[in-house]
């Protein structure tokens, strides 16, 4: 499941990912921050969309 995929590719920062954000300033970094949560707030309202119109489906199906 997702536990095994989770412990056989933990989550990590590339070093020059890393070297990026710390050479930010602390605008820069808020800013950064700032649409990255934005962007993935988005992705969860697609998510909850999708999921909403799969169930959708299913009770259509089991109809």
Known sequence: GSRDFLEKNPPMVAAVEKSL???MGS???QQE???DLTTMM???ETVLI???EQGSTK???GS
Do not use: F, G, S, Y
């Open 21 to 23: 954000i710390m050479d």
């Open 27 to 29: 605008t820069a970094r």
């Open 33 to 35: 921050l700032t649409q």
């Open 42 to 44: 988005r992705v969860m």
């Open 50 to 52: 999708l999921n909403d």
């Open 59 to 61: 009770r259509e199906m």
